[in-house]
């Protein structure tokens, strides 16, 4: 069964809908060259150890493309034509975690980020490590000696944990008291930073940078360009500004969760657990959210067409 997200499902729709058009003025080609493609696939398989089922369920075509594409059979010679819209599905695919076999290799950045924004909340590795039966060394090397790769399994089990627990500090059963004041202590003479600092599309990047405080949560943010994104033009967008095109596309101009997605080409989950981190942060900054987020300015509040037609 396909577990392909909203996002990716509207993206298919667009195509098919540039498809249409294309066919309509002559120009649409049915066949591309395999080769590009059969040498993309090959890369998931070797990098990333996918199995070609693995890639063909994800990308939404039929194993027999990808066996195809891949191996001669008999007499019958590998493919050297691909249908356009099957090396579309496939050259978009970029692999997520759940996509990689467990014992896969996988960037520990994330998964240290995650285990220290716990810390500041009071989670010691051995309550963590208790949650999830997992040996609290698996998780050390990770948060302290700062190895910089990890297992898949394991960078599922600290995702799981982190998206359990990021907004809650441990009770007293869980972790003592004194515990959880020294855990805190220790994180910040370390400068660890909580879950508030990172958004989920961009923890795992080892190219981003924390947020330091609500002072500097406009800073490096060309609106103009996150409304303009949010009306349907491809410009690439910084870690900030596409926080705030989340935060300006549901609050102001009530866009649906899969709008906001497909607009911003991410991963329906991952743009809501951003949503809910611009909430934790809007009620530490004393907003009362989530009962008036709503600005009362007309022309923020009137939808435009593209939004009537998300």
Known sequence: MSTRSPAVLAAEARRRRQRTRLKYYGRWDPWRDAEPVRVYVRSLMKKHGMASHVIANACGVSTAVIDNLLYAKGKQARTTRLR??????????????????????????????????????????????????????????IMVAGTKMTSAATARIVRDLYDELWHRSPTEDEVPAWVRKRTQNDAATKRWNGPLAWDDDTIDDRRTKPRRGRSDDNGGVDMAKVMRRLEGEKLTLGAWENTAAIDYGIRIRGLSFEAVAELLDMEY????????????RARDAGEKWPNSPRWTDPALTTPTDVQRAA
Do not use: C, F
Not at 269 to 280: A, F, L, N, Q, V
């Open 269 to 280: 989950e991952s743009m809501k657990r951003t949503w809910e981190r611009i909430k934790e």
């Open 84 to 141: 356009t819209e099957n090396a579309e599905k496939i050259m978009a695919y970029r692999p997520t975690l759940d996509d990689y076999p467990d014992a896969a290799d996988y960037d520990a950045t994330g998964s240290r980020r995650r285990l220290q924004a716990l810390a500041t909340l009071g989670w010691t590795r051995p309550a963590l490590a208790a949650r999830k039966g997992i040996h609290v060394v698996r998780l050390t090397t």
